[in-house]
C-alpha cells in the first residue's frame, strides 16, 4: 500500500511522511476506523492517515478529474454518506464538509460517533490551520508538518521568482463564474505572481461575472476552469465563446485541471506552480 501513496510532493516529503510515521505516538489516540463523506476531507485523510486506519472515503474521491488522490482513493471503500453505509463501518472518526447531507450528520452525532465538520478555507492560512486540525484529529502530527513544510516550500521557491510588476489574470468558470477576492483561487493568483481582474473589478467570493465585464478588464492572463471532465455541456459553451478568443489573442491562456483547484488543499502549492510556469 507504501508504494500507492507517492503523489506529486516529491521525496523530500514522502521522506518526512515515513519518519513521521516512524515516530508516531499515542496508540490510545489515534482513530482506526476514520470514515470521509466529503471529497475535500478525502485529500487530507488520503494524505495524512495510514492505510491501516482508513475505513471508508467518500466515491467522489474515485474521480480522478475532480480528485487529487483519485489513484490512492481506489484502495479504499467508497460510501455515498448515507446513514446505512456508514454504521456497519463502526468508525471512531467521522470526517464531513460544511455541506455534507446534514441529516445524516446529525444522525450520526445523535448515535454518538465522533464527527468532525470541516469548513472550506478560502487562504492558504485557512489551509495550514485545517491541516493541522485533521492531522491532529488523526494523530498524525508530525505527518501534518510535513506535508504543510512541503507546500511551504514550494509557495516559497515560486514566490520568490514572482516580478515586481504584476499582471493581471482572471479565472472564469462554466456558466459564467469567476474567482473574486476571499477565494482560494484569489491565493493561489497572488502567490504565482497575479493581481486578480475578478478582484479588482468588485468581486467577492464565487460570483457571476458577465463576458462583457471580463473582456473589458482585459486580463493578461485568462485561466480556465471546467467542472470534472470539462465535457460538452451548456455551461460548458460559455468557455469556448469566439468573444473570449478573440480577445485573448496574443495573449496566455491557460485550463488548470480541476482537480488541483476544486479542493482548497495543498494541491494548490501545484496550481501555483503552473501559473508560475506560463507567467507572461
Known sequence: MAAARIFRFGP?????VLLAGSLAGGADAKPR????????????VLMLAEASNIAAVSYLSH?????????????????????????????????AGRFT????????????????????????????????RVAALLDEVERGEALLSDMDRRLERTGRA????????????????????????????AAAGFRNAAAELGVTGTAALSMERLVASDPDVLILGSFGDGGASIAEETLRHPALAKSMKGKTLLRIPTRLWVCPGPMLAEAVELLAEARP
Do not use: W
Open 12 to 16: 523530500r516529503f514522502l521522506a518526512a
Open 33 to 44: 476506523r476514520v470514515v470521509s463523506l466529503n471529497l475535500c476531507a478525502d485529500q487530507l
Open 63 to 95: 474521480d480522478p478529474a475532480n480528485s487529487y488522490m483519485a489513484s490512492v482513493a481506489r484502495d479504499f471503500p467508497a460510501t455515498r454518506g448515507r446513514v446505512e453505509e456508514i454504521l456497519p463501518l463502526e468508525p471512531d472518526l467521522i470526517l
Open 101 to 132: 447531507s446534514q441529516g445524516s450528520v446529525a444522525f450520526l452525532k445523535r448515535m454518538g460517533h465522533p464527527v468532525a465538520v470541516l469548513d472550506p478555507p478560502e487562504d492558504f492560512a485557512g489551509i495550514r490551520a485545517q491541516i493541522r
Open 162 to 189: 514572482a516580478p515586481a510588476g504584476r499582471r493581471t489574470a482572471a479565472f472564469y468558470m462554466p456558466n459564467g463564474y469567476t474567482a473574486g477576492g476571499g477565494t482560494p483561487i484569489h491565493s493561489v493568483l
